[in-house]
């Protein structure tokens, strides 16, 4: 990247995980240049076939059944609980209405995307929220187990498959994962995973739930998948998407020919060019890096898969990402403590060691 006067930037936020494929990638700007000259917008009252093939394709990568395009992660989240909702509404059980979600998770600030975000500080002016959300500590998984298995009515667990923005990335545990799993099962409750960041090959597999060896019941993802321009998609399992109705929820511009076209060339690059192995192995690099840097005393903890980490630097998290800056490395800080690194997913193995050569500096 290149500001106004000309100086350049090593890219490791990646626009937010978004820009999976880079700034620019000449693929996707062939595509939408093709795509704007043959049809941009249709409506939803027309199916066409770039729509088709995005959700075909996205059906049998996540082994999920239907897919419902929107405009963002938060319109992917908002549908998601319209969904758990109507699932439970239209089998007889209308008082399952509840939902469980983490304190310190983030889902998007839709008025129920807010609801269900466990941080005060976006929702205060808001308030009151949807009704009917409960919360369960991150730093403790038992309790929030024990809330799981206790609570009534609970229409869904919602939760990041990688919590990000409020733990500064939180990396949870397999047997935690599971036994969510198990405990939804068991008792009627649905499980919608957020991988809105997450998701489309940025923690070394296609989705991040592969980690776990389990599948959602719902699934969002958003960001990567369209490394750029707006996109959203709300992923279910038929037997819980048979249950929202025609009509019920629906969208002007999502899934529209123009965004689908390079929804589509997204994945075609990632499966072609081999990205989840190349983010995978990028991942092995990164954390034998961090490893190193906490030996050392640089950084106080980190914690990520992939090309999505949380680093908790000993200087002054403000002061590091001003250091970088001025060095030419671009890095996020989340709250006061972390650093979020998040490049693009084409980022070479030279750029990737060079950019860590430069954060290395700015935390010394």
Known sequence: LKDIEDRKFLDFIGGISVCSLGHSHPEIVETLHKQAHTLIHASNLFYHPKQILLAKKLVDISGLGKVFFCNSGAEANEGALKLARAYHFSRG?????????????????TFGALSVTGQSKYQEAFKPLVPGVVFGPMNDLDKFLDILENEKNLAAVIM??????????????????KRVREICDQNDILLI????????????????YEHYEITPDILTLAKG???????????????VASYMKYGQHATTFGGSPLIC??????????????????VARLGKLADETFDKWLN????????????????????????VFERAFELGLLVNMLGSNTLRIAPPLIISNEEFEKGLNILEEALK
């Open 225 to 239: 998948l369209g490394t750029g321009v707006p996109i959203g998609a709300l992923l279910a399992k038929d037997s």
């Open 160 to 177: 990041e498959t990688m919590p990000v923005e409020g733990m500064g990335v939180f990396v949870l545990p397999k047997k935690f994962v």
């Open 93 to 109: 059980n209308p008082d399952k209405n509840k939902f469980l979600a983490f304190e310190g998770s983030f889902h998007g600030r």
């Open 296 to 319: 050392k005393g640089l950084i106080k903890d980190y914690r990520g898969m992939g090309l999505l980490w949380g680093i908790d630097s000993v200087k002054k998290t403000e002061d």
């Open 193 to 208: 995973l957020d991988e809105v960041q997450a998701g489309i090959a940025r923690t070394g597999k296609m989705f991040c």
């Open 261 to 278: 076209s390079v929804g589509l060339k997204v994945l075609e690059i990632i499966e072609r060019e081999k990205i989840v192995e190349h």
